[in-house]
C-alpha cells in the first residue's frame, strides 16, 4: 500500500545521544541497542474514522523515535500496518450504506493527509491486512504444524492460538490472570466461543460466514484474526528479535500480548521485540478520547479550521509520551504562543545554540521527554544574550528543532491562519 511524502530531516552537527527507552515487558528505561539498521513496528489504525487526536500522540511519539535513531546514525526500517479487514470496519460501513472496501480506502487517504500535515517520517513499509492475506496464512498453518494452534470442528470451524503455546505468556504485559481476562473480553475477545480449550486461546483465522469476506487457505476459506496480521506483517519484514514493538498504551494486551506469543511460537525466537513501547491515552473532559465513546477532535478538522500543525505537534508533546493527559482549547493556544515564541527567536540573532540543541537531544534521547525538550527551546528562546548574538545561531537551532521534533520554525509566527 502506498505511504505518505517524507518530510526533509536536517542534519544536526554536534554528538547525538544513545535513545533510552521504557519497555513495558521489564517495567523499566533501558538502551535501545539497534545495528547500523534499527526495526521499528507500530500497530496502525483499522480505517473506519478519521485520525483523533489520540492516535497522532501515538504516532508522533513513535515519530520521535524514529529522528532520535536517525540522529543517532542509523537507517530506521519502519513498518506499519492497517488493519482493513476486521468488524468494526464492517460494521461502520453497514451502517453508512457503504462498501467496506470504499469506506477503508477513504479513511487510509485521510490518515495519509493527516500524517503529511503534522510531518510523520512515513514508513518504509506500508502494508494492508488484506494484502498480507497470504503471509497470515502460511505462519497460521506454520502455528497448527507445530501444535501451538487448533481448528474448531463445528459449523464455523475457526482457528484458534494455545495461549500456552509459548513458556513466557504474559511477559510483555505483566498482567495477572483476572486482569486479562476482563481486557480479552474488552477489547475483541472471544472467551465464551464453544469448543475453545482456554478462555484466553485467541483466534487466528475466522471461518467464512455468509455476508463476510473470505481467502482461500489449506484449513478452510476465512479471514485473518487480528494479532496474528501484526506477527505475520511484521516478522516477516523485520525478522524476529527486532528493536521496537510500538502502540497506544490500550493494545499492549490482548494485541501486543498475543502478536507477540504468535511469532515466538512460528519462530522459536525468545522475544519478538527487544522493546515494548507504550504511548498513553488522551483524554478530552476527563474520559479517553475513542471512537466508542465518540468524544474525538479530529486532526483534520483543527487543520481546515486553520490551526498550525506544528502547534498540533507542540500541543501533544507538552505532557510526556507514557502520560496520560487531555486535551483542551488552552493546551493549544499555549503551544500557539510557544511556536510564535520560537519562530521569532529564530528569526532573529540569537544565542549560542549548541548547548539548547545539546539538551534537546538528552532530553529526548531519555525516554521522549518532550516537557524537558521544549523547556530547553523555551530557554533558548528567552535567553537575548546580546553579546553573542548571531544570525546563524537561530538556523542552527531551527534545524535541530526542524530534525528532532519535527516542528518547522520557518513559517511566519502567529495563530490558526
Known amino acids: 500500500m502506498r505511504s ?11 554528538d547525538p545521544v544513545p535513545l533510552r527507552l521504557h519497555d513495558t515487558a521489564d517495567g523499566r528505561i533501558r538502551p535501545v541497542a539497534p545495528g547500523p539498521v534499527a526495526g521499528l513496528y507500530v500497530c496502525g489504525i483499522t480505517p473506519y474514522d478519521a485520525t483523533h487526536l489520540g492516535h497522532a500522540a501515538t504516532y508522533l511519539a513513535f515519530d520521535l523515535i524514529h529522528r532520535v535513531l536517525l540522529d543517532n546514525g542509523h537507517r530506521v526500517h519502519y513498518v506499519q500496518n492497517i488493519t482493513d479487514v476486521d468488524d468494526p470496519l464492517f460494521e461502520r460501513a453497514e451502517r453508512d450504506g457503504v462498501d467496506w472496501r470504499e ?21 518504509r513499509d506500508y502494508v494492508g491486512a488484506v494484502e498480507s492475506v497470504p503471509e497470515v496464512v502460511e505462519m497460521v498453518g ?6 501451538a494452534a487448533y481448528q474448531l470442528d463445528d459449523e464455523h470451524p475457526d482457528v484458534y492460538f494455545r495461549r500456552d503455546a509459548t513458556a513466557a505468556f504474559g511477559y510483555e504485559s505483566n498482567l495477572d490472570e483476572a486482569t486479562m481476562a476482563r481486557l480479552f473480553a474488552e477489547r475483541g475477545g472471544d472467551p465464551d466461543r464453544p469448543g475453545k480449550r482456554d478462555p484466553l486461546d485467541a483466534l487466528l483465522w475466522r471461518a467464512h460466514r455468509e455476508g463476510e469476506p473470505a481467502w482461500a487457505a489449506p484449513f478452510g476459506a476465512g479471514r485473518p484474526g487480528w494479532h496474528v496480521e501484526c506477527s505475520a506483517i511484521a516478522v516477516n519484514r523485520l525478522g524476529a528479535g527486532f528493536d521496537i514493538q510500538g502502540g497506544g498504551s490500550d493494545l499492549a494486551f490482548p494485541h501486543h500480548e498475543f502478536s507477540a506469543a504468535h511469532a515466538e511460537a512460528a519462530t522459536g525466537a525468545p522475544r519478538m521485540a527487544g522493546h515494548y513501547v507504550h504511548a498513553a491515552m488522551i483524554g478530552l473532559d476527563g474520559e479517553k478520547m475513542s471512537k466508542s465513546l465518540g468524544n474525538l477532535v479530529f486532526v483534520s478538522r483543527l487543520t481546515a479550521a486553520g490551526e498550525d500543525p506544528a502547534a498540533i505537534r507542540l500541543a501533544l508533546f507538552a505532557g510526556h509520551y507514557r502520560q496520560d493527559r487531555s486535551w483542551s482549547a488552552g493546551l493549544l493556544a499555549a503551544a500557539r504562543e510557544r511556536l510564535a515564541a520560537w519562530r521569532a527567536a529564530a528569526a532573529a540573532p540569537g544565542s549560542p545554540a549548541a548547548p539548547a540543541v545539546a539538551a534537546l537531544r538528552a532530553a529526548l534521547a531519555e525516554d521522549l521527554d518532550t516537557p524537558a525538550a521544549l523547556a530547553a527551546v523555551d530557554a533558548w528562546a528567552a535567553a537575548g544574550e546580546p553579546g553573542a548574538a548571531d544570525p546563524a545561531e537561530g538556523r542552527a537551532l ?12 520557518g513559517a511566519p509566527a502567529g495563530g490558526p491562519r
Open 398 to 409: 531551527a534545524a535541530a528543532v526542524d530534525a528532532l521534533l519535527g516542528v518547522d520554525l
Open 142 to 147: 506454520r502455528l497448527l504444524e507445530a501444535g
Open 4 to 14: 505518505w511524502p517524507a518530510p526533509d530531516v536536517p542534519t544536526v552537527p554536534g
Open 103 to 123: 469506506l477503508g480506502a477513504e479513511q487510509v487517504e485521510l490518515f495519509r493527509s493527516d500524517m503529511t500535515a503534522l510531518r510523520v517520517i512515513p514508513p
